[in-house]
């Protein structure tokens, strides 16, 4: 168990719709980093949240958007969602937003779109 | 940007034999370095990081990793491999002092037969 915490675990819904994705990142840690988990893109970094504020992005959609509360959880946003949206996305966090310390990963939401 | 090559996509291997699982980035200026296991239906878990300092580093596991600078290479070893070994490993790196996510590499996936 890496203190990461993720919910839902599963998630089905329908082309079109919108879905949010919850993180929780270890205790302490102020840094969470969502990546994309799909069989022909691999895993791809999509966005980092370091103590409330955007720090960096990668390859992510416009129709996708995230944020971290006071609390330093972190939501993923998807909307208008397509076939090709079905993966599974972690949340990872780390200490710092800095230095490249080590990030420790949640165990994932599987989001199926049919 | 950064890239992560692992050459090996399959690996089958018999207990006890050794392992060697190569990785090469590119990416002229300071990088970190790491390697992930994910084992069946588990999260993502650190085997072990290079940041700097001596460029033969251990992990967990009994697994180590060389860094070749000129190379560009992050190869992960381990003398002597177990059934519970099976899993799939990433080689991942970021920007050396930067805020980047992790860009990881398409994995390999590794049968140990008993």
């Known amino acids: 168990d890496s203190g990461v915490t993720q919910t839902p675990k599963h998630l089905i819904t329908a082309t079109g719709q919108r879905v949010t994705l919850r993180c929780s990142p270890r205790?302490?840690?102020?840094?969470v980093y969502w990546y994309q988990q799909s069989l022909d893109q691999g895993l791809q970094f999509l966005i980092q949240?370091?103590?409330?504020?955007?720090?960096a992005k990668g390859n992510i959609l416009e129709r996708f958007s995230a944020q971290q509360f006071p609390d330093l959880h972190s939501e993923l946003n998807l909307s208008s969602l397509e076939l090709g949206d079905s993966a599974l996305y972690f949340c990872?966090?780390?200490?710092?937003?800095?230095?490249?310390?080590?990030?420790?990963f949640g165990p994932g939401t599987r989001l199926t779109v049919t | 940007a950064q890239s992560v090559s692992q050459h090996n996509h399959h690996v089958i291997l018999s207990e006890a034999a050794s392992l060697e699982l190569g990785c090469n980035y590119s990416?002229?200026?300071?990088?970190?370095l790491f390697w992930y296991v994910q084992y069946p239906g588990q999260h993502l878990q650190l085997l072990l990081k290079?940041?700097?300092?001596?460029?033969l580093v251990k992990g967990i596991k009994g697994f180590e990793a060389e860094f070749i600078k000129s190379k560009f290479s992050f190869n992960l070893r381990k003398p002597s491999v177990q059934w519970s070994d099976t899993a799939e490993y990433f080689c991942a790196v970021n920007r050396g002092g930067g805020a980047d996510g992790l860009t990881f590499g398409k994995g390999t996936h590794l049968i140990i037969q008993p």
């Open positions: 290079y940041f700097s300092g001596d460029p």
């Open positions: 949240y370091y103590n409330g504020e955007e720090r």
């Open positions: 990416y002229g200026g300071t990088v970190n």
């Open positions: 205790s302490g840690d102020l840094s």
């Open positions: 990872a966090s780390s200490p710092s937003g800095r230095l490249g310390y080590e990030q420790y």
